[in-house]
């Protein structure tokens, strides 16, 4: 599966390099991330994100064959597209279903670009 654009390949490069002095450090997660000044919640968001993204890049073959995808966010879709009904009423708003079955209701008259900006900061990673 090709890298999304919104990827940052250097952060991820920072955080392999990081990931490989840690393992051969033999400090915990937590002591090395004290003596390297690091985020443990970082660390450790990019540990699986890491490990996901390689066992993303080992598995290109199964989406061809046809074989059952694992069930996670990388393989839906960011966006779908979406009709909206003219006749419905006004006072109508979305119900958007984000990662992690998160739901954001939006009344009628949002700005679509504050929503835009809204969406890319709830659904972006955290580190």
């Given at each position: 599966?090709?890298?999304?654009?919104?990827?940052?390949?250097?952060?991820?490069?920072?955080?392999?390099?990081?990931?490989?002095?840690?393992?051969?450090?033999?400090?915990?997660?937590?002591?090395?991330?004290?003596?390297?000044?690091?985020?443990?919640?970082?660390?450790?968001?990019?540990?699986?994100?890491?490990?996901?993204?390689?066992q993303e890049e080992r598995t290109p073959a199964r989406a061809a064959t046809g074989a059952a995808l694992p069930s996670n966010a990388a393989v839906m879709p960011?966006?779908?597209?979406?009709?909206?009904?003219?006749?419905?009423?006004?006072?109508?708003?979305?119900?958007?279903?984000?990662?992690?079955?998160?739901?954001?209701?939006?009344?009628?008259?949002?700005?679509?670009?504050?929503?835009?900006?809204?969406?890319?900061?709830?659904?972006?990673?955290?580190?």
């Open positions: 599966m090709p890298r999304p654009e919104w990827r940052d390949l250097a952060k991820e490069r920072r955080w392999r390099r990081l990931l490989q002095q840690w393992r051969r450090s033999g400090l915990t997660g937590r002591d090395f991330c004290s003596h390297n000044s690091l985020s443990e919640p970082c660390f450790y968001f990019w540990k699986r994100e890491i490990a996901r993204r390689d960011a966006f779908v597209p979406v009709r909206l009904d003219a006749a419905a009423p006004a006072t109508v708003g979305l119900e958007i279903v984000l990662s992690g079955g998160r739901l954001l209701r939006v009344r009628s008259g949002f700005d679509a670009d504050e929503l835009r900006r809204l969406l890319a900061a709830l659904e972006a990673p955290s580190c």
